[in-house]
């Protein structure tokens, strides 16, 4: 069996997707990974988006929504209710939702107004040793 050597910890920016916006429920679906090629410093990187190559356990198990990846609790704004692979489109998606706190109020109240457009998405990737 292959080892798996994991690389430093990377961000990619994740969009909100409108269409999916829900006011009462406070929830909005986002797409946080996809297969296109991102320039670094060492070249550029693709995402596989095969079911065997993501690992969703961690999303899928009630992660918390951060402010500027700032993992203390004062800086959760909300959680991860789904995440999953878009067979169709090969995007990493999720369903987040927004708590009710003064700041995720804020951060709220500037997506619907489409002050932001996005968030932005810190993960760790693996590749194959040799």
Sequence with gaps: MDQLEKEAKLVRTALF????????ERTIEISFSSEEPVLRA???EILDHSTTSVDLT?????AGLFIDH????????GQ????WIDA?????RA????????LADDIW?????????GVSVGYVSYKTKA
Excluded: H, M, W
Excluded at 109 to 117: C, L, M, Q, T, Y
């Design 70 to 77: 700032d993992t203390s609790i004062r800086s959760q704004v």
């Design 109 to 117: 109240k500037n997506i619907e107004s489409n002050v932001f457009p």
């Design 88 to 92: 169709t489109t090969r995007k990493g």
């Design 95 to 102: 369903l987040i939702r927004f708590g009710r706190s003064a």
């Design 80 to 83: 991860i209710v789904n995440a």
């Design 58 to 62: 961690r999303l899928n198990s009630g």
């Design 42 to 44: 060492d070249g550029y």
């Design 17 to 24: 997707d409108i269409s999916t916006q829900n006011n009462d």
